[in-house]
């Protein structure tokens, strides 16, 4: 009896597995179709910097560090009237930077809101512009072929190894997303891409109990980040899917209201 009722637990697990990946399949046709709406994406609002060069990766690694309870679209709108402005767009080249004053960078940051906590939010910047310039002379291009484009020794260096040097940037949410947006808007190929986990931001992690990965226990957990990973790498273990691909579909399905999945 103990062999029957145990089958019958996985038989169940693979029903509700495969019922997942049905609504999968559904949201990642509808994102691509453009149902989902997100024809632009906040990072599309840059300045259009040639995909392999050093500004371009020092742009969408910077601002990013400062994506955390705000508005996406704004944050990204402002990083590219910052970077447009010839009294501000300083702020992009780590070397200028760290010969700047706290209050120069303040001024800089604050002028068009990218740092919308003055002080908190300009100590990051400045923070990492000197790891940036003390480990790379300012490139960050020089991390990732230091860490043979490995997905997992970045993440390893960044959120282990280093984190105080990485303020934000090694959070579980924001590391996976800016390796993600590295992957998408510069030349840069990883090793390991399998191993780019979703970024269980607040709107990920909505859509990832709307699809049942999760529930309302683990929403209060203060793991729920790691939970939410983990759901999603166990479930797309053996399928088409890798679990950074689904991740723009849950942002945008969140976003947008939940439409529903059945009727499409």
């Given amino acids: 009896m103990l062999f029957l009722f145990n089958n019958d637990i996985l038989i169940l697990v693979i029903i509700l597995k495969n019922e997942v990946l049905r609504k999968v399949d559904i949201l990642y046709k509808m994102w691509k179709e453009g149902k989902l709406g997100g024809e632009v994406m906040p990072e599309d609002s840059n300045p259009g910097l040639k995909k392999d060069s050093s500004e371009n990766y020092l742009y969408f690694t910077l601002p990013m560090a400062l994506n955390y309870q705000r508005n996406s679209y704004t944050l990204w709108e402002s990083a590219k009237k910052t970077f447009l402005d010839n009294d501000t767009n300083f702020v992009f080249d780590p070397k200028q930077v760290v010969n700047k004053s706290f209050e120069e960078m303040q001024a800089a940051l604050t002028k068009y809101k990218v740092?919308?906590?003055?002080?908190?939010?300009?100590?990051?910047?400045?923070?990492?512009?000197?790891?940036?310039?003390?480990?790379?002379?300012?490139?960050?291009?020089?991390?990732?072929?230091e860490l043979d484009n490995d997905v997992d020794k970045i993440r390893e260096f960044i959120q282990v190894k280093n984190?105080?040097?990485?303020?934000?940037?090694?959070?579980?949410?924001?590391?996976?997303?800016?390796?993600?947006?590295?992957?998408?808007?510069?030349?840069?190929?990883?090793?390991?891409?399998?191993?780019?986990?979703?970024?269980?931001?607040?709107?990920?992690?909505?859509?990832t109990y709307r699809l049942g990965l999760i529930n309302e226990k683990d929403l209060e957990k203060s793991n729920v980040q790691e939970i939410v990973i983990e759901k999603w790498n166990n479930l797309f273990?053996?399928?088409?899917?890798?679990?950074?691909?689904i991740h723009t579909?849950?942002?945008?399905?969140?976003?947008?209201?939940?439409?529903d999945l059945d009727e499409n």
């Fill in 115 to 145: 740092a919308l906590q003055k002080n908190k939010q300009t100590e990051i910047w400045i923070t990492l512009c000197i790891t940036f310039v003390e480990l790379y002379d300012g490139d960050i291009r020089r991390l990732f072929v």
């Fill in 163 to 207: 984190r105080k040097k990485f303020p934000y940037l090694s959070g579980t949410k924001i590391c996976n997303y800016w390796l993600y947006v590295i992957w998408q808007y510069t030349d840069k190929e990883y090793k390991n891409i399998e191993n780019l986990t979703v970024a269980p931001d607040t709107h990920v992690i909505k859509s």
């Fill in 237 to 245: 273990k053996n399928t088409k899917y890798k679990p950074i691909d």
């Fill in 249 to 259: 579909a849950l942002w945008l399905w969140s976003r947008n209201g939940f439409i």
